[in-house]
C-alpha cells in the first residue's frame, strides 16, 4: 500500500472518529463541516430513540435532521449520548473513498446508559481543498 493511501486512511478514520464527538458533544457549525456542502445523510425510521426516518440533502436539511434529534434528547450536548465505532474499512479510489463502519449508539434511558441501536454506516468520502468530507452516509439499523 503506498504512503498516500495509507496517509488517506488514517485522515478518513480521523474524520470519523470526529464525525461521532461532534455528534454527541460538538458544536452543530463544527459537526457540519465535516460534511461536503452536498452531502447526503439518510436514516431509517428508529422506533427505539424516537426517531423518525430522514434522508437529507445538503448541510441546510442536515441541519435540520440534527437539531430536531437535539430538540427530543436524542443526541447531542447535554444527553450522555455517545456513539462507538468499531470494526471499520475504508478503500481509498483517488480522490473518493468508501467507507463500512459498525457502530453501536448508546444513550441514556430511565437515567442509565443503554445500548440505543447497532448497525452500519455506509459510506462515501470525497477529498476537498479543506481535507477529507463526509459526502454520503446510509445509516444500516441492525
Same mark, same amino acid.
Given at each position: 500500500?503506498?504512503?498516500?493511501?495509507?496517509?488517506?486512511?488514517?485522515?478518513?478514520?480521523?474524520?470519523?472518529?470526529?464525525?461521532?464527538?461532534?455528534?454527541?458533544? +460538538?458544536?452543530?457549525?463544527? #459537526?457540519?463541516?465535516?460534511?461536503?456542502?452536498?452531502?447526503? =445523510?439518510?436514516?431509517?425510521?428508529?422506533?427505539?430513540?424516537?426517531?423518525?426516518?430522514?434522508?437529507?440533502? +445538503?448541510?441546510?436539511?442536515?441541519?435540520?435532521?440534527?437539531?430536531?434529534?437535539?430538540?427530543?434528547?436524542?443526541?447531542?450536548?447535554?444527553?450522555?449520548?455517545?456513539?462507538?465505532?468499531?470494526?471499520?474499512?475504508?478503500?481509498?479510489?483517488?480522490?473518493?473513498?468508501?467507507?463500512?463502519?459498525? #457502530?453501536?449508539?448508546?444513550?441514556?434511558?430511565?437515567? /442509565?446508559?443503554?445500548?440505543?441501536?447497532?448497525?452500519? #454506516?455506509?459510506?462515501?468520502?470525497?477529498?476537498?481543498?479543506?481535507? =477529507?468530507?463526509?459526502?454520503? /452516509?446510509?445509516?444500516?439499523?441492525?
Amino acid at each position: 500500500m503506498s504512503e498516500q493511501r495509507i496517509q488517506d486512511e488514517l485522515e478518513i478514520r480521523t474524520l470519523l472518529a470526529e464525525l461521532a464527538f461532534q455528534a454527541d458533544d +460538538g458544536e452543530l457549525d463544527t #459537526y457540519l463541516d465535516l460534511f461536503t456542502e452536498d452531502a447526503v =445523510w439518510e436514516m431509517p425510521a428508529n422506533a427505539a430513540a424516537g426517531v423518525p426516518a430522514a434522508r437529507c440533502e +445538503g448541510r441546510a436539511e442536515i441541519s435540520a435532521s440534527v437539531e430536531q434529534r437535539r430538540a427530543i434528547g436524542v443526541q447531542g450536548p447535554g444527553t450522555g449520548s455517545m456513539h462507538h465505532l468499531t470494526t471499520v474499512r475504508v478503500e481509498v479510489d483517488g480522490d473518493v473513498a468508501s467507507g463500512r463502519v459498525y #457502530y453501536q449508539f448508546v444513550g441514556m434511558v430511565e437515567g /442509565r446508559p443503554a445500548v440505543r441501536t447497532i448497525g452500519r #454506516y455506509r459510506d462515501t468520502y470525497r477529498r476537498t481543498a479543506a481535507g =477529507w468530507k463526509l459526502s454520503h /452516509r446510509t445509516i444500516v439499523i441492525s
